[in-house]
């Protein structure tokens, strides 16, 4: 693939630039996350998104999945025209969070890439997942990928977040890895997944090898948080890329978190030097408002004003991450 599909087209590789490969514009977590867990309201975004561009960075992957994007817009957002619920029939993204995610991009000069796909157990429709097969959920997804999320004009340019939460994998969450495997296989795109606290990435990863994916076309995301530099490295052993995408856990209340920010700096380091630099990628995960950094997160700068400097101190080389953090997800998005 030349190009990867944004809300306002394709994109061209070399116009990607500073990509952050896992965070949300718009995102709806209020089922585990009552207090926290919404990002609608249209100033604090354009603002914290105005901070990455004038960081340097240029492309947004949003991974709000079609659970996520429910209601997922600012309140009154077009007037209420557009339809605020995730499709009852696809499962794909509520029109509203396509459209207000677009005007986002739009008003920040950003490019956004928008993921299609499923969110882990407690999010799930299990009524709709018991009447909809998985090949007709991955048709589905095939044409967010390919036609349209339905009602947007807007096209999905890869797969995620495909999520399972727990130490294991629920029937219906094996379904939505087989269905958004096939997907990749009929398109190729990337497919990046949620897979936190548990070494589970693993397990998501033998299902999607089963479908016939190729590991060198998946992310397997929130590796950061899983407590096991061996993780990381057996993922990686696979050919997938391994994603440290939590940096949301490296401020709080306007204080840095040491240990959150030196385990993965040790991590970094040691898959760096095991020869696995071009197979990592770094992200916020920006999905609670205590996240964004005029509530004194992380916002979506944190990896470039405090990361990226503290690694180099490090004794990483700063050409290895400037390659990490514009590069490599140039090439996952790519598949080059
Ligand atoms: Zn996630």
Redesign the pocket.
């Known amino acids: 693939m030349r190009t990867v599909n944004g809300v306002n087209g394709p994109i061209d590789g070399g116009d990607l630039g500073v990509t952050l490969p896992?965070e949300h514009v718009f995102i709806n977590m209020t089922p585990t996350t009552p207090a926290d867990g919404y990002l609608n309201v249209w100033s604090d975004v354009e603002s914290e998104l105005g901070l990455f561009r004038a960081a340097g960075g240029r492309t947004i992957v949003d991974?709000t999945n079609g659970e996520l994007s429910d209601h997922a817009a600012p309140v009154f957002w077009g007037d209420g025209a557009y339809d605020f619920a995730q499709n009852r029939v696809t499962g794909s993204r509520s029109p509203a969070n396509v459209l207000a995610t677009k005007a986002m991009a739009e008003a920040t000069g950003l490019n956004v890439v928008l993921g299609t796909g499923h969110y882990y157990q407690h999010y799930l429709d299990t009524e709709w997942w018991d009447r909809t097969s998985t090949n007709q959920v991955a048709d589905f997804l095939i044409r967010d990928l390919v036609d349209e999320i339905p009602g947007t004009g807007v096209k999905a340019g890869l797969l995620g977040?495909i999520?399972s939460d727990l130490p294991w994998i629920t029937p219906a969450e094996e379904r939505s890895f087989r269905a958004a495997a096939r997907a990749q296989r009929e398109t190729g795109v990337l497919l990046s997944t949620?897979a936190?606290t548990f070494p589970t990435g693993l397990a998501q990863l033998e299902i999607l090898r089963e479908e016939g994916v190729d590991p060198e076309r998946v992310v397997v995301?929130?590796a950061d948080t899983v407590k096991s530099l061996d993780y990381s490295l057996a993922v990686l052993a696979t050919g997938a890329y391994v994603q440290y995408d939590c940096m949301m856990t490296c401020r709080a209340g306007g204080a840095l978190v040491l240990p959150e920010i030196e385990r993965r700096i040790d991590y970094l380091k040691a898959v760096v030097d095991a020869g696995h630099g071009r197979k990592v990628l770094l992200s916020h995960?920006v999905c609670q408002r205590s996240h964004m950094a005029s509530r004194g997160g992380a916002g979506f700068t944190f990896l470039f004003e405090e990361f990226l400097p503290r690694a180099v101190a490090a004794g990483i080389d700063p050409e290895v991450m400037t390659q990490i953090v514009s590069e490599n997800p140039r090439r996952a998005l790519l598949g080059e």
Do not use: C, K, M, T
């Open positions: 896992h991974l977040e999520a949620h936190p995301g929130h995960d």
